[in-house]
């Protein structure tokens, strides 16, 4: 096992696609804003893994997998966090990455509290369950994740909701629910208390929604940046030229000045959203094309099963549809 606490750099591994790019720069910024750390930070956007052949257990976004390459990418040494791209933190990054394993391989999050689930902001979940967008990994202890093979399994051993909201390729005593709310809170903040958040609703995220509630908080730190040189406004205005970025960012942190930058009023939300529709701008474009691709791939699949005849083709679709995962998922589910 690795000591826990040997050493004052913090291996950060960033689940991203080109869609999310400004974000991980963003992110970065945050964290080592408020932390005396060193900090090794990398998105892995770059992560190129195979699919399973089972379409129906894709991947979702085009980093779903890429967490479970981490402890190769770190040579089986050492602790890594993996975070999401859509994040941003408010306090030491070490209280997160000081989180004992305590003989686990993996630590994630704890039970949502109340507030996570009282949203009325649109394009929320109506229900949000935990999620594994913020993973300590014991990558010595996980000498044995082989990613190909971690996808293989994705055609008849397991599901993608096992996989990816389970973890059912870990035993329960592997497996530590001990990170606080508070460092993934998701699209919930609280000055002087939440130390990450999670724009996870990809409808509403700042860089392409106006009116999402905490999302000056990202405004203010892209401002910080272009205020001490880590950003330049050059690097934003190609991501809206590029169409990942809504153009009325560029007035947003033209109108907030010297700062800090506060929530939008219902005038400027207009205003704002006039400016994005003018220019035709289409919220994560490229991402939703994607996921209706997916969709149709899906369909496809199930209708060439549901031509298969005879016995066979029976057992190969009960196969597919991860029987066996989802029936570990649910014992594991009854006796955690």
Excluded at 328 to 333: E, G, N, V
């Amino acid at each position: 096992m690795t000591n826990e606490n040997d050493s004052d750099i913090a291996y950060i591994f960033v689940g991203a696609d080109r869609s999310q790019l400004l974000a991980v720069p963003v992110l970065e910024h945050s964290i080592r804003r408020h932390t005396s750390m060193n900090i090794k930070l990398r998105s892995m956007d770059d992560v190129v893994l195979p699919d399973p052949k089972d379409v129906r257990q894709g991947k979702r976004t085009g980093f779903s997998f890429t967490r479970f390459a981490i402890p190769q990418l770190m040579g089986y040494k050492g602790r890594a966090i993996y975070l999401d791209a859509d994040m941003l933190v408010f306090r030491d990054f070490r209280e997160l990455w000081n989180l004992p394993f305590n003989s686990a391989k993996i630590i994630i999050q704890e039970e949502l509290p109340d507030q996570a689930q009282k949203q009325d902001k649109p394009g929320a979940l109506k229900k949000r369950v935990k999620q594994c967008s913020v993973m300590l990994l014991d990558c010595e202890a996980l000498s044995d994740w082989d990613p190909v093979k971690i996808i293989e399994g994705l055609d008849g051993k397991y599901t993608y909701q096992d996989l990816l909201y389970d973890m059912c390729i870990l035993d329960e005593s592997e497996i530590s629910y001990g990170v606080p709310f508070e460092w993934n809170s998701l699209e919930y903040y609280e000055a002087g208390k939440t130390g990450l958040i999670h724009w996870t609703d990809m409808n509403t995220q700042p860089w392409v929604y106006v009116n999402n509630p905490t999302g000056y908080l990202f405004l203010e730190e892209v401002r910080i940046m272009l205020e001490n040189g880590s950003m330049k406004l050059s690097q934003i205005e190609d991501e809206v030229r590029l169409g990942y970025v809504r153009p009325s960012i560029l007035q947003e942190l033209k109108d907030a000045g010297a700062g800090p930058v506060t929530a939008v009023t219902p005038e400027q939300v207009k205003r704002y959203e006039a400016i994005d529709a003018a220019a035709g701008f289409v919220k994560h474009k490229a991402v939703f094309q994607a996921a209706r691709e997916r969709s149709a791939a899906v369909k496809a699949y199930e209708a060439n099963l549901a031509k298969a005849k005879g016995p066979a083709a029976s057992v190969a679709h009960a196969a597919s549809s991860g029987v066996i995962g989802t029936l570990r998922s649910l014992k594991r589910r009854l006796f955690r």
